[in-house]
């Protein structure tokens, strides 16, 4: 290697090494009890409409959660995801209000709640 070309990748270098990094949110140690309840409260929007439960607007209740917790652009697309595809799984399974249907909107409620009690218990301040 002639001088200019050793001034050249050292200079590289050097420019290199003062780039600043990207910098990524970090997530909670509770992301994917977040994203696993994402998913039970979308499939929750479908089914409790389709069985005209008990009215409660789940997307709404999503909405005030993701509101709540004031996740950044990268988590609420990540949560509005799981969301989304509970919702989509369980309207391709699901057309009619059927004892099945029933049954996991009794499963996901107990799930749900579970999850939440969790997260609220281990890391609420």
Known sequence: MNSLSIKHV???????????????AVD???????????TIM???????DLCMQSGTNW????AELMDLEEV??????????????GYYDFSRLHVRCTF??????????????EISKNIHTRFAE
């Open 100 to 113: 099945n249907a029933q049954t996991m909107m009794k499963r996901f409620i107990e799930e749900g709640a």
């Open 72 to 85: 950044d652009e990268d988590r609420r697309e990540r949560l509005t995801a799981s969301f989304n595809n």
């Open 59 to 62: 997307r709404d209740q999503f």
């Open 28 to 38: 909670p140690p509770y992301q994917a009890d977040m994203e696993r309840l994402a």
């Open 10 to 24: 050292i200079l590289a270098l050097g420019i290199s090494l003062f780039q600043v990094p990207a910098v990524f």
């Open 42 to 48: 979308g499939a929750l929007y479908h089914l409790d």
